[in-house]
């Protein structure tokens, strides 16, 4: 049944989306080949796909995992270009290593910068009662202005004048794909950070206390668990895979840190974290679907001539259907096709 | 600077805040409404957008820019009451609800509003409110969009409705304290879900200024995160429709500031007077809340389960 | 370079031969498969509906095959775009139409695909620097933009002239000291104020600085951003006159639009398209201006006075004559330094001209 809801979800959705775009003229059954097609059909677009997803799974964490403790963090854009920011301006500060040492030391920092931002509004949270959910959101904002106000004016590399960037990362440093692929190894990284965080919170003491803490506050005040430094961890990691998606966007696909890393991953894994009802093994496939969509948006594009913005009716119809089926979770089936039916129920 | 300069960059300044303080005026009464009756709505963006296209399309189509205003506020109810119903549903979380309606919205938009990015749409008439000033400026500035008027009574109404009518009080009472509406009989989601539709139709409002007055043409930039940012001004608003007028003027001024300065030749810091509100609500909100304590004249069941 | 068809050209090449062997020009006659990437919509009445008109001409033609992709933004998702044209569409010329997509995306691409030609507009192709398979090909524009200062300058009567621009670029700061110069020529006393949005595409900033502007007594504009549409029109509002750019925004507001500059970016496409189908090596570096056919300007508006049609219609005919010279010393920076020396002159296929980083006396802000 867990998969099996959001999977009809999808279904309706799909349906929904054809009989949209056969107004358009154009035939539901080209677009739904090709929406498969462009993000599962062949080794190009799987690679397109599994790129797109990586970010996102690491973003999606940055709400699941304070969302193990009971916060609703969507300040996750802001972490990520503070991530990103925090890479390149290290990496430009510090005379590092060119090689992977170099590499894991820039990401760490990405990772700090990310983990100090979220953990701020943690502690808003539990030492001025500000709810996250604004104050993650604010720092959000702020973070991209002050990243654009440095990228621009003081970190800027003075060659960079057609597109303000900082310093280029050394080569040495950079995250290449997996194998000659085209999918690099952050991808590699988000999967692990979600396998890792999923038996952290299932198997370990701490990730138990998080979990009673976000789940059933009272009984965690009653046993004495420490709240506020769990509430803090929680962010803090929660940031921290945030800054590192940006840390790795920088090495990865960018060389450096500009304007274009405000792209839009931070919004796009709180979707992610909810669908996967915050459990971070469940990220993972939601995140691949993700990716999915984005890669199939091109090929609809190009083969068919329908608009960008067709992908994002799609995964706004779909997102919507998927929460919305939520609401059917626990509906005892049995049960209502006999009453559908009018099959009496033997007392 | 001599005072004709400094009237000019103050008219600038205000000019601004008059233009892009309208669609924030509509959006974040529409979200007070929304919160009022305890239920957060983060689609407004989608909402924004889609009755912008929807009020460019309809002045468009009719050749009435008040067609258009009217198809935006039908587009926007109906969205917002999608959100509405959602919410109402069990186990469904009013955050991610928004962002996925955020993400409907703006895909309705662009995808129907393809065809509208080149056309040009009747405007909606502006009203002069400075004829009496000589400075060409001051009379630019003062040219306000007809709809602000319509916006004002609306906050006015809201105000006074909260505090002396039975609905309001119904909306107070579904957001402080669902309970004791249940216990009185009123089915606490079918408010909510008025609520947000009432709200979503005046944010409504605000799409149409932004695609029949300022900036005047529809394009898939035209909004720049307004939808998000209401939720910030309902807050630094302290949730009373009043209030929510001078916070929109604010947040508008704010982002006139940077072209006003570039205007007599400052370029510093361009991006860092845009985040002025934000820090400011930021740094209000560390000032007047206490933890168990949330922000004074926070609706009760604002971010409670559903 | 020759270039080296992958199978799945071959076949369609064997494909294409048998079906038309009968004809001597088989041969010749390969289809060609293009692809267009631009940065926003198609029909924005700028920058992108120029590159996307010189498409269409392309599709028309026979043999011809092209992809487009709009609204792409300048980030790693050009290099999907791109990737997807080559190993999907099996596009074997791609047109990177935006600023952004040169660095680094669309050299990574280029280097991962060296069969593939590239041509990007507005890059600065450097040899030695970047593979022969890349090449940046643009028109000297701001040929036009001295024009539009031209008749700006006669048509102004508050010598006040209004320039709003995305990024301080060279490609753009040329064109405002162009603009300026052209304007100065007429009346030395005039200032351009320019007001930079901070990106391409910028609907609500462009309006404030267009409002702003008006505010401070400019009476006429002209822009460097991707849809002049907003601009154009806040001006017509605001009583204003307009100079337009990358395409003709006459329609939008015929009264206020004087003239304007615009792209004819078929002659460019067609010189890459033909070095593609002769099997020639690709052109690395394009440029051209108004003698080439690479740029053109709008008619003139109602509201041009005979005045200045004729002072600029004689310009541009001595620049169709490679008998004007735009940036020559000695020429002053807004901050008094003297960038120009007296006596030195440049020609407009001057690398040093692509990167410059000053705005010209006359020119009220800054370009850092």
Redesign the interface.
């Known amino acids: 049944m867990i998969v099996l809801l959001p999977a009809f979800a999808i279904a309706a959705a799909l349906l929904v989306f054809g009989v949209?775009v056969a107004f358009a003229g154009v035939s539901p059954v080209d677009v739904w080949t090709l929406l498969f097609k462009g993000a599962f059909g062949d080794w190009?677009s799987w690679q397109?796909t599994l790129?797109?997803s990586a970010p996102l799974m690491l973003t999606a964490l940055c709400v699941a995992l304070p969302a193990q403790a009971g916060l609703?963090i969507?300040g996750g854009e802001g972490a990520l270009v503070l991530g990103g920011l925090g890479c390149a301006a290290f990496a430009q500060l510090v005379p590092l290593p060119a090689n992977i040492v170099g590499t894991v030391m820039v990401c760490i920092a990405g990772a700090m910068a990310g983990a100090a931002w979220i953990a701020l509004a943690g502690a808003?949270r539990?030492?001025?009662?500000?709810?996250e959910?604004?104050?993650s959101?604010?720092?959000a904002?702020?973070a991209?202005?002050?990243f654009?106000?440095l990228v621009?004016g003081v970190l800027r590399d003075p060659a960079s004048?057609?597109?303000?960037s900082t310093h280029a990362l050394p080569d040495g440093m950079l995250i290449s794909g997996i194998g000659g692929s085209?999918v690099h190894w952050g991808f590699v990284i988000g999967v692990v950070a979600c396998i890792l965080f999923a038996l952290w919170l299932r198997w370990t003491p701490s990730g138990f206390s998080l979990r009673v803490v976000g789940g059933n506050p009272r009984t965690a005040q009653l046993v004495g668990l420490p709240a506020t430094k769990l509430v803090l961890l929680a962010c803090a990691l929660g940031g921290a895979c945030a800054g590192t998606a940006g840390a790795i966007?920088v090495a990865a696909?960018?060389?450096n840190a500009n304007?274009?890393l405000v792209?839009g991953y931070g919004?796009a894994g709180?979707?992610v974290a909810?669908?996967a009802r915050q459990q971070p093994i469940a990220i993972v496939p939601v995140a691949i679907l993700f990716g999915g969509f984005g890669?199939a948006g091109?090929?609809l594009?190009?083969?068919l001539g329908l608009?960008?913005?067709?992908?994002?009716?799609?995964?706004?119809?779909a997102?919507?259907f998927i929460?919305?089926s939520?609401?059917l979770?626990g509906t005892d089936w049995l049960a209502f096709w006999r009453k559908v039916f009018g099959i009496e129920v033997a007392a | 600077m001599n005072a004709d300069a400094i009237v000019t960059f103050v008219a600038a300044i205000a000019g601004g805040a008059l233009r892009v303080g309208a669609p924030f005026l509509f959006v974040s009464l529409g979200e007070c409404l929304t919160e009022k009756s305890g239920r957060i709505n983060l689609g407004l963006e989608g909402v924004l957008v889609f009755s912008a296209m929807a009020g460019f399309g309809g002045s468009y189509w009719s050749g009435s820019p008040w067609v258009g205003v009217l198809a935006a506020a039908c587009a926007g109810a109906s969205l917002a009451f999608l959100h509405g119903v959602l919410c109402s549903l069990p186990r469904v979380n009013d955050v991610a609800t928004g962002i996925a309606l955020m993400l409907l919205g703006l895909g309705l938009a662009f995808y129907l509003g393809k065809p509208l990015i080149q056309p040009q749409a009747a405007q909606i008439p502006s009203i002069s409110l400075g004829d009496w000033s000589d400075s060409a400026a001051v009379r630019s500035a003062l040219q306000i969009n007809a709809l602000v008027p319509v916006g004002l009574v609306i906050a006015v109404f809201l105000w006074w409705a909260f505090a002396n009518t039975r609905w309001g009080l119904l909306v107070r009472m579904a957001g402080d304290s669902s309970s004791a509406a249940r216990a009185l009989g009123y089915s606490v989601p079918g408010i909510r879900i008025a609520a947000t539709a009432a709200g979503g139709m005046i944010a409504g409002l605000g799409g149409a200024c932004l695609t029949l007055f300022y900036p005047g043409s529809w394009s898939e930039g035209v909004s720049s995160g307004q939808g998000l940012i209401a939720v910030a001004l309902v807050i630094f608003a302290r949730w009373s429709p009043l209030r929510c007028v001078l916070a929109a003027l604010m947040f508008g001024g704010a982002g006139a500031v940077g072209p006003a300065l570039q205007s007599i030749g400052i370029g510093w810091g361009y991006h860092l007077f845009n985040i002025v509100p934000y820090v400011l609500t930021l740094v209000i909100l560390v000032a007047t809340c206490r933890p168990g304590k949330t922000a004074t004249g926070a609706p009760g069941e604002l971010g409670a389960p559903s | 370079m020759s270039i080296r068809y992958t199978r799945r050209d071959s076949l369609k090449s064997l494909a294409a031969l048998g079906a038309a062997a009968a004809s001597p020009l088989a041969f010749a006659q390969k289809p060609l498969t293009i692809g267009v990437i631009y940065v926003g919509p198609r029909d924005d009445y700028g920058y992108n509906q120029a590159q996307a008109e010189a498409a269409a001409l392309v599709k028309k033609m026979p043999g011809m095959k092209v992809v487009e992709e709009e609204n792409v933004p300048e980030t790693a998702a050009v290099q999907k775009t791109m990737t997807g044209m080559i190993a999907q569409d099996g596009a074997t010329l791609l047109f990177p139409t935006s600023f952004g997509y040169f660095d680094p995306h669309m050299l990574v691409v280029a280097q991962k695909y060296p069969d593939i030609r590239f041509a990007h507009c507005g890059g600065m192709w450097t040899e030695g620097k970047h593979p022969k398979n890349t090449a940046s090909y643009f028109g000297y524009i701001d040929e036009c933009q001295y024009l539009n200062g031209v008749i700006a300058g006669h048509m102004s009567k508050s010598k006040k002239l209004g320039f709003i621009a995305a990024k301080p670029i060279p490609q753009v700061l040329r064109n405002i000291n162009a603009f300026t110069m052209g304007a100065r020529s007429v009346d030395p006393k005039i200032v351009t104020t320019v007001i930079f949005t901070g990106d391409w595409s910028m609907p609500v900033k462009e309006a404030e600085a267009t409002n702003s502007l008006a505010d401070q007594g400019v009476d006429v504009f002209t822009m460097h951003v991707d849809s002049p549409k907003v601009i154009v029109e806040t001006a017509a509002k605001r009583g204003k006159m307009v100079c337009g750019y990358h395409a003709s925004q006459a329609k939008l507001a015929p009264q206020a639009y004087l003239t304007g500059a615009e792209w004819n970016w078929l002659t460019a496409y067609m010189t890459f398209i033909d070095a593609a189908k002769a099997g020639k090596p690709h052109p690395n570096f394009v440029r051209g201006g108004l003698k080439e056919g690479f740029v053109k300007m709008s008619p003139y508006g109602p509201a041009v006075g005979d005045a200045a049609k004729k002072m600029a219609d004689g310009i541009k005919a001595q620049m169709v004559a490679d008998k004007f010279d735009l940036f020559k010393g000695p020429l002053k920076d807004n901050k008094g330094a003297t960038v120009i020396a007296a006596g030195k002159t440049f020609k407009q296929t001057d690398i040093e001209l692509e990167k410059m980083n000053y705005l010209v006396e006359g020119v009220v802000g800054s370009a850092s």
């Open positions: 949209i190009y397109n790129q797109r609703v969507i808003l539990q030492w001025r009662g500000i709810n959910t604004i104050s959101l604010l720092l904002y702020i991209i202005g002050l654009k106000h621009e004048l057609n597109k303000p085209d966007e696909v960018h060389t304007a274009s792209s919004y709180i979707l909810f669908i890669a091109s090929l594009q190009r083969r608009p960008d913005a067709s992908v994002l009716l799609l995964q706004g119809i997102f919507v929460l919305a939520e609401a979770r």
